[in-house]
């Protein structure tokens, strides 16, 4: 069965991954882009390009007057940034709010706003793209606080839409993708992007609203809050 699925920041890493992966299992995809040139792999394969920079609520609101009514089955918020503040003394309020306002308020601005297009869709499931390093229970020294404090913050957003669209059949969930081979995880991270989203992938197809609120790893194993 044909899905719908929309993915953001899919000009490179795991975003244009996830593109390819899709497309090739046949998914409709609509891949949302802050440049639409810059995603012209993602249009190479057959999705539908749109553009979006998720930290505009202007631009937000064009994608929505964009897709109407049309039914979207999955939702996966995968933009984002990192920080360069990995020491107290580089922590700044400018670093904070840009790294916050990607990661974390741009995902639930998002969502809220696709409600209605995912209200129509038949999975109605949300996967925010987190990641560990966002676990308060295993903070680990030497990372961005910026980008550790935005998952953290984002896991509690899905920890609440998962509590407030119960209701409504949704399935919402934080995922942490691994440390991947991308612009930002850089050279020496442990897995390649096609592995990770082969099994991002793998978990995301066997969730049920039973799993909504959960924070698993790209196989699906709870990672502590």
């Not at 539908?48 to 999955?74: M, Q």
């Not at 961005?144 to 509690?156: D, H, P, T, V, W």
């Not at 119960?166 to 592995?195: E, K, Q």
Request: aromatic residues 4%; proline residues 5%.
């Amino acid at each position: 069965m044909t899905r719908t699925v929309l993915v953001t920041g899919t000009s490179r890493g795991l975003g244009l991954e996830f593109v390819r992966q899709l497309r090739a299992r046949g998914d409709a995809v609509l891949a949302c882009a802050r440049k639409p040139s810059s995603a012209a792999e993602a249009a190479d394969v057959g999705a539908e390009v749109v553009a979006l920079d998720v930290a505009e609520p202007a631009s937000i609101a064009a994608l929505e007057r964009t897709l109407g009514s049309r039914p979207i089955d999955v939702l996966i918020n995968n933009a984002g940034v990192s920080g360069q503040d990995a020491a107290v003394g580089g922590l700044s309020l400018t670093e904070f709010r840009r790294v916050f306002d990607t990661n974390t308020i741009a995902p639930a601005l998002l969502t809220r706003a696709l409600l209605p297009n995912l209200r129509a869709g038949r999975r109605r499931v949300v996967v925010n793209i987190s990641s560990q390093l966002g676990s308060i229970a295993a903070a680990t020294p030497g990372f961005s606080y910026a980008y550790a404090a935005s998952k953290a913050a984002l896991n509690m957003i899905s920890a609440r839409l998962a509590r407030d669209l119960a209701g409504d059949g949704f399935t919402v969930v934080s995922m942490c993708p691994g440390w991947n081979r991308t612009d930002m995880g850089g050279p020496n991270a442990s897995l390649m992007p096609a592995d990770s989203v082969r099994e991002m992938l793998a978990t995301i197809d066997g969730l049920t609203p039973g799993d909504s609120g959960r924070f698993v790893s790209r196989s699906g194993e709870d990672i502590p809050f």
